[in-house]
């Protein structure tokens, strides 16, 4: 029988670490975090200080919080992964000589020589901090290749290059033409158009990113970017160039018009000859009881056709699907879905992504709830010609 080795531990059983109170010189991104919990590469910056408490053989974490302590104590909530004991103490200020160490930077790095004063060299200090980790990964993780920089459920063309050092989150879709990296963050839901250039550059979560829009010694986070190189700050930038994925509830139509019912009408004739009817029924995101398709043909469509002739359903919008295709999906996907105006037809049909459900599938139908809609329903009315 093998024997277990002990763990050699090489630091303190009880870690004591301050959080910095930056909230004040925030001024600039103005983000709804502490500093702490600002994404660096794959996680929160805290969370890469716990990997190191288990790593060195910690047995608590206590954590002196002067700068939103409710949110800290949330986040270690919502991600209890550590097989350590984490404490949360409020404190009024900081003293870093009653502790043993600062979260303000990478654990195990030199401690700052000098401090960020004022937004923008808080955004710079944070932007270097990603791009010292990117290094950091890189070279642990160089033996197993780019593979161990990608999540779960990506779909990223295979004419797309990616360059280390790099982090792609989970569910993320990179289309052709794409160059990522050197330096690039890409968080997970995000969805890059084709032609795009990430190069020191890092992509919020759930962000989609118009086609030939280059990314370079900057951050985009939904519709506002962030000139790290320039110091410039851009909000509500245009759709096609930058948007967030959330569903836009202002534009969901009330029910079909006679016009989409017409056209249901007129493909619901002609498809007869394929056959396909429906025998049973599922229960979509909203309760509402639609018939099951026999597969996931174009053609398999025609009992939901009926529905939107009786005017149950849209022609154009996000097609409906039970619960469990939830099971694989972000959580911040799932009202996003379950809030969009159902359809027969999706922009996921467009770009011939037929299998409701699967992975490719629901990033194209998450991106449809916040794209711009105009857009989405024009580039459908083409496919749509084609399809009759």
């Not at 350590?84 to 654990?107: F, G, H, W």
Request: proline share 6%; hydrophobic share 40%; aromatic share 8%.
């Amino acid at each position: 029988m093998t024997e277990i080795p002990n763990i050699t531990r090489n630091g303190p059983e009880v870690w004591h670490l301050a959080l910095p109170d930056w909230g004040a010189i925030d001024n600039v991104w103005r983000r709804h975090q502490p500093f702490a919990l600002w994404s660096v590469g794959e996680q929160a910056l805290l969370f890469h200080w716990l990997d190191a408490a288990v790593n060195q053989g910690s047995e608590t974490v206590e954590l002196t919080v002067a700068d939103r302590p409710i949110e800290v104590r949330q986040a270690i909530a919502e991600a209890s992964l550590w097989p350590i004991e984490i404490k949360v103490q409020s404190a009024a200020s900081i003293d870093p000589a009653k502790v043993d160490d600062v979260v303000d930077r990478l654990p195990n790095t030199p401690a700052l020589k000098r401090l960020p004063t004022d937004g923008w060299s808080l955004i710079t200090h944070w932007f270097e901090l990603e791009q010292n980790w990117l290094e950091l990964f890189a070279e642990e993780t160089r033996d197993y290749g780019n593979y161990a920089a990608i999540g779960r459920n990506c779909m990223i063309s295979p004419e797309a290059e990616l360059i280390p050092p790099f982090w792609i989150g989970s569910f993320v879709s990179i289309g052709p033409g794409c160059k990522i990296g050197p330096g690039a963050v890409v968080e997970d839901g995000s969805v890059l158009a084709g032609g795009n250039r990430v190069e020191r550059g890092h992509v919020g979560a759930y962000t989609y990113l118009g086609p030939e829009t280059d990314l370079i010694d900057a951050v985009i986070d939904k519709n506002e970017l962030i000139n790290v190189r320039r110091q410039g700050h851009i909000k509500n930038l245009e759709s096609f160039v930058a948007s967030g994925l959330g569903a836009d509830q202002k534009n969901k139509a009330k029910g079909p018009s006679i016009r989409e019912r017409w056209i249901a009408l007129e493909l619901y004739l002609r498809w007869i000859r394929h056959g396909f009817s429906s025998e049973s029924e599922f229960t979509d995101l909203n309760g509402t009881r639609r018939p099951a398709l026999a597969d996931h043909s174009i053609h398999a469509r025609r009992p939901w056709l009926r529905e939107v002739i009786a005017g149950k359903l849209l022609l154009f919008g996000v097609t409906p699907r039970p619960v469990s295709a939830l099971n694989e999906v972000p959580e911040e996907w799932h009202g996003m879905l379950r809030e969009a105006a159902a359809g027969a037809f999706s922009y996921a049909d467009v770009v011939g992504a037929h299998d409701i459900g699967s992975a490719e599938e629901t990033l194209h139908s998450v991106y449809q709830t916040g794209a711009n809609a105009d857009h989405c329903k024009e580039l459908f009315n083409k496919w749509l010609q084609q399809l009759k």
